[in-house]
């Protein structure tokens, strides 16, 4: 028979008459990015090592020889001299092999009673753990900027806003502790997919488990995770965690977007309600007059290509027949890319919202405009005894004379005033005021000073104490 005998070169070349094509190895490598697995790889390796020795199935010599050459081999990668090979397609690859050239035959007994389908779905597991712990951190760092900003100006009375078109008076902590709870939920949601994530696959090997005597429960462990898997074809082939925690990571990215959104109109001259730090914004190479709000106009773009990344796993995997399949290994490039991008997000987004500064004057100038205490007028007159939908008709035709004649409600005298109805009186003038408005929302979750502080204290006490 003719072999070529750099068929035999691959770990599993031995079947192979052969050689691999350089446009397979060139197509089908991943090296180039899942090396990013490394130090879980290894982990995971090492445990594995341990746990064969334990269990007899190989000797505690070549276990504690493993265990080394991997530990060196780590080094070596971490602090950049370790040459990694396109030919030997990914991470698991090359560091097996490097183990081998290391150690001899020792190394080669490493590979017992697992498969790269078993230990890539750990590896994935364990990074994946490890950047929710990451992502968590800097979400509960945009927590404390937005409560930073809801302690630094309680008292601010801001338009609030339904369409877009000016509603009714609300406070600024209000509004600051609305996203606060947007990314409260969002950690709830990273809480309760880590469990998920934290399952360990090891033991499943390539799909049907093994037939060595292995200790799975020591394997996870020795690797902090708390419990096992159940099935293992289901084990070495789905990716359901890292949908869930695209999913996840793709409604930061919409709560996030919405906050970069109001933060662009904010900071347009037509708002002016936000001055962002020079340091955040950049300039126009032709309108010398410009400061572009890059950060959050970034951030909004970005959350489209999470929002790519989530779409192109949940097609990935909709086609898969049992178990692995070579189509799983795109799975690496779209995990690794949201994390980086939604952590990136959070930190720069962390950072600028602990900066901005209201233009307190100007919004307590503009905020008396617009009509947006009309609804307390309605109700002022519902409590007079008016059926509600009258009172919302009669209020509806002072707004309509005042824009005709281009007042405020509050710029009406008190006979104005009563001509739309006789229930109106002197107090008027309190429930029309923006600080009337805001101070009668007082049921539970409401806008009222008292249930703003008391919400600000829940928030805070959540933050210390978990
Ligand atoms: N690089 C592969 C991946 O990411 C590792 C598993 C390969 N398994 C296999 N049977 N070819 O999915």
Same mark, same amino acid.
């Given at each position: 028979m003719n072999v070529d005998k750099k068929a035999l070169e691959k770990p599993w070349g031995g079947r192979f008459l052969e050689a691999t094509e350089k446009m397979l190895e060139e197509f089908s490598a991943s090296v180039h990015y899942d090396r990013r697995l490394y130090r879980q790889?290894?982990?995971?390796?090492?445990?594995?090592?341990?746990?064969?020795?334990?269990?007899?199935?190989?000797?505690?010599?070549?276990?504690?020889?493993?265990?080394?050459?991997?530990?060196?081999? %780590?080094?070596?990668?971490?602090?950049?001299?370790?040459?990694?090979?396109?030919?030997?397609?990914?991470?698991?690859? *090359?560091i097996e092999q490097a183990l081998v050239e290391r150690i001899g035959d020792a190394g080669k007994r490493l590979h017992t009673a697992r498969s790269r389908n078993d230990q890539v779905a750990a590896d994935i597991r364990l990074y994946l753990r490890e950047e929710i712990d990451r992502l968590d951190g800097l979400l509960s760092l945009l927590q404390e900027a937005l409560l930073h900003q809801a302690r630094a100006h309680q008292d601010l009375i801001l338009p609030g806003y339904t369409h877009l078109q000016r509603a009714q008076p609300v406070l600024w902590p209000h509004h600051m502790l609305a996203y606060f709870?947007?990314?409260?939920?969002?950690?709830?949601?990273?809480?309760?997919?880590?469990k998920r994530v934290n399952i360990c696959p090891?033991?499943?090997?390539?799909?049907?488990?093994?037939? &060595?005597? !292995?200790?799975?429960?020591?394997?996870?462990?020795?690797?902090?995770?708390?419990?096992?898997?159940? *099935?293992?074809?289901?084990?070495?082939?789905?990716?359901?965690f890292i949908i869930e925690f695209l999913a996840t990571a793709s409604i930061v990215m919409a709560h996030l977007s919405r906050l970069s959104e109001?933060?662009?109109?904010?900071?347009?001259?037509? &708002?002016?309600?936000?001055?962002?730090?020079d340091s955040f914004c950049t300039g126009s190479s032709i309108m010398p007059?410009?400061?572009?709000?890059?950060?959050?106009?970034?951030?909004?773009?970005?959350?489209?290509?999470?929002?790519?990344?989530?779409?192109?796993?949940l097609t990935i995997i909709k086609g898969l027949p049992l178990a692995y399949n070579r189509d799983?290994?795109?799975?690496?490039?779209?995990? &690794?890319?949201?994390?980086?991008?939604?952590?990136?997000?959070?930190?720069?987004?962390?950072?600028?919202?602990?900066?901005?500064?209201?233009?307190?004057?100007? !919004?307590?100038?503009?905020?008396?405009?617009? &009509?947006?205490?009309?609804t307390d007028l309605a109700d002022y007159l519902v409590k007079k005894g008016m059926p509600f939908r009258q009172a919302h008709s009669v209020v509806g035709k002072?707004?309509?004379?005042?824009?005709?004649?281009?007042?405020?409600?509050?710029?009406?005298?008190? %006979?104005?005033?009563?001509?739309?109805?006789?229930?109106?009186?002197?107090?008027?003038?309190?429930?029309?005021?923006?600080?009337?408005?805001?101070?009668t929302r007082r049921c539970p979750g409401g806008t009222a000073p008292e249930r703003v502080a008391e919400a600000l204290a829940t928030a805070e006490k959540k933050m210390t104490h978990g």
């Open positions: 790889d290894i982990a995971g390796s090492k445990v594995h090592a341990r746990m064969l020795a334990r269990q007899g199935i190989i000797s505690d010599k070549d276990a504690d020889a493993i265990i080394k050459g991997l530990g060196e081999i %780590e080094e070596e990668i971490a602090s950049g001299d370790f040459v990694w090979s396109h030919e030997l397609e990914d991470v698991h690859m *090359n709870e947007m990314f409260r939920r969002d950690r709830d949601r990273l809480q309760d997919c880590r090891l033991g499943s090997a390539a799909l049907a488990g093994t037939g &060595f005597p !292995i200790d799975r429960e020591y394997v996870a462990e020795e690797l902090g995770f708390h419990g096992i898997t159940a *099935n293992s074809l289901d084990a070495v082939s789905d990716r359901d109001e933060l662009i109109l904010w900071t347009s001259a037509e &708002f002016s309600f936000v001055d962002l730090p007059q410009k400061k572009n709000p890059d950060v959050p106009e970034l951030v909004r773009g970005k959350t489209g290509r999470v929002y790519g990344h989530l779409m192109s796993l799983l290994q795109e799975d690496k490039e779209a995990l &690794f890319d949201t994390v980086d991008t939604v952590c990136a997000s959070v930190e720069i987004m962390a950072a600028l919202v602990a900066r901005l500064v209201p233009r307190k004057e100007h !919004i307590s100038r503009i905020v008396t405009q617009g &009509f947006l205490t009309a002072a707004v309509s004379q005042c824009i005709s004649q281009g007042k405020e409600l509050t710029d009406m005298s008190l %006979e104005d005033l009563k001509a739309f109805s006789s229930l109106i009186d002197e107090d008027i003038f309190e429930v029309l005021s923006i600080e009337g408005s805001v101070g």
